[in-house]
């Protein structure tokens, strides 16, 4: 048994061991990609580059920090952004943001932020993969982090109240699932794709979870899982174009 698995709830170890286990956070390069955890079986095999005129491109990370709960389910950390924010106010979102000249790389990015935005200590959190990044129509590359609460009780939620309305956890699983999900079809460019909307119930509050925050949250559960949603996913094509 290795040394981080003593204590620790054998499900979240096995976990951290398929998804590689990365102690080293600073072996995660900004601008290289061959550091990350690669899922091909799942990446969207007609990506492709869209030029986005007259904007410049900007990086991002966001924290997908799960947990288990008492009966044993992953379950990840979300918010309800602050309803009067200059953007996406009021939306639910993964904690992260913006990454700054400070940031050593995505995990220190992401790490950064969801302590700014709702007092996650980063000593409590284990990284252990980071995603093929995501990139928006407004030319943002927004690259996913996944990480472990091994004991959910050392989290003590303090969320930034120029920043955050609230705090939440949704059971990871139930983005696979065809329940409490509608979906409306977009386009973009020509290309039609299916945006996700998921319904969430958490302490008497409804919470809906969507766009960019809903493909990453599919992507990161398909790749938890290891299996597909039990519906068309059908992803922009914009979201996994090739360039950084």
């Known amino acids: 048994m290795n040394s981080y698995s003593f204590g620790r709830s054998q499900t979240l170890v096995k976990l951290a061991q398929r998804l590689g286990l990365a102690d080293q956070h600073d072996n995660f390069d900004v601008l290289d990609d061959s550091s990350k955890v690669k899922d091909s079986r799942i ?7 869209i030029p986005q005129v ?3 491109p900007s990086r991002a ?17 979300l918010t309800k952004r602050y309803s009067a924010m200059s953007s996406h106010s009021g939306e639910v979102a993964l904690p ?35 995603l093929d990044p ?9 690259v996913p982090v996944i990480g472990i609460i091994w004991d959910k009780r ?13 705090i939440f956890d949704a059971p990871l699983e139930m983005f696979l699932k065809d329940e409490n999900r509608r979906q409306e079809e977009r386009e973009w460019m020509g290309c039609k794709y299916l945006l996700h909307f998921f319904d969430h119930q958490d302490k008497n509050k ?19 899982y290891q299996q597909p949603p039990a519906f068309e996913e059908r992803r ?9």
């Open 134 to 142: 995501f990139h928006t129509k407004r030319n943002i590359t927004v």
């Open 43 to 49: 990446q969207n095999s007609d990506a492709e580059l």
């Open 206 to 224: 409804s919470y809906v979870i969507w766009a960019l925050t809903a493909g990453i949250l599919i992507k990161a559960a398909s790749v938890v």
């Open 61 to 77: 990370a966001v924290l997908i920090c799960l947990f288990e709960d008492e009966r044993g389910d992953l379950r990840v950390i």
């Open 54 to 56: 007259g904007l410049k």
């Open 154 to 166: 050392a989290f003590d939620p303090v969320p930034n109240a120029a920043e955050v309305d609230s």
């Open 236 to 244: 922009p094509t914009f979201w996994n174009r090739i360039g950084h």
């Open 96 to 130: 992260g943001g913006k990454w700054e000249e400070s940031d050593a790389n995505d995990v220190d990015t992401a790490l950064r932020e969801a302590q700014e935005e709702i007092g996650l200590d980063p000593s409590i959190v284990e990284v252990v993969s980071v």
